[in-house]
């Protein structure tokens, strides 16, 4: 798993970011019942799980995630990733298809990206020659990653997309009116995307929310402490400005959605509710 942004960030809040988002992963892995082992290193984070379908859908749901791919591993030893990327290849290269190779590295190795590129491209063609494969670096029908970070290297094919943004938690809390329109439930979404936890508020059905935060609750001001929550949240669109007072507020008032058209709302909640 990748992350973007946290990277952007210094190495003391960097690392209270990696944290958080550890944390995050493992408790979305556990609402969902995937069983699984979560080790960071680096830029990295991996997961470890027998069932790789429900581990991929699960975390790609943790906001602060880029992206992520379903990868073979080996030692970063040039042989070793020669013959682990040729038996990954085998079922997946058919007949007089072509094929390119995508290689680069973290560490110090002793070897360059285009090395690795020559070798385990080399190694794919003959585990492979017998179909008549070919090497096309302009456009391949089949593209194979390797990634060599220190003495670990990974073989895949593809990379998910995730939501990115920040994890849940990293930038205070909240408050989220739901009042039942699709609006309210993708601007709550939106704020909880860049690292805010949302409490929910108002009379509308917010249970779609619940898969992206474990810790998702309606707001209670006789228990919640007014002191930390920095804004208010409301789904609203640019025609409909005028009629919200906001001077009823003592906090900010923040509108995710006034500028997306209702199409656009509307094709980001069928996502997430799909949980996409």
Known sequence: ??????????????????????????????QDGVEAIVTN???????????????VASVRKVFGIA?????????SKMEDMCKVAAEYSLPRLSEGQSFAVK???????GYTSLDMGREIGSAIFLANEDKG?????????????VEARDNR??????????????????????IAYIDGSERSIVSAWLMMKRGCRALMAGDGDFSVLMQYDTYLRRYDENKDDQKRILGVVMGTDLNGLD???VSQYELPVFFPTVGMTDEEVSALYRDISAGL
């Open 1 to 30: 798993m990748r992350y973007a942004e946290i990277g952007l960030k210094s190495t003391p809040v960097r690392k209270r970011f990696e944290n958080t988002l550890k944390d995050n992963v493992l408790n979305m892995l556990m």
């Open 41 to 55: 290193r680096g830029a990295r984070f991996y997961v470890e799980a027998t069932d790789l379908d429900a581990a």
């Open 67 to 75: 992206s992520l791919s379903v990868a073979e591993e080996s030692s």
């Open 103 to 109: 290689a680069r590295r973290e560490g110090s190795q």
């Open 133 to 145: 494969v070919k090497v096309d670096l302009t456009d391949p029908d089949v593209t194979f990653f």
């Open 153 to 174: 290297a990974f073989i895949f094919q593809d990379y998910v997309r995730c939501h990115a943004g920040l994890p849940i938690g990293t930038q205070g809390k909240v």
């Open 243 to 245: 009629s919200v007072d």
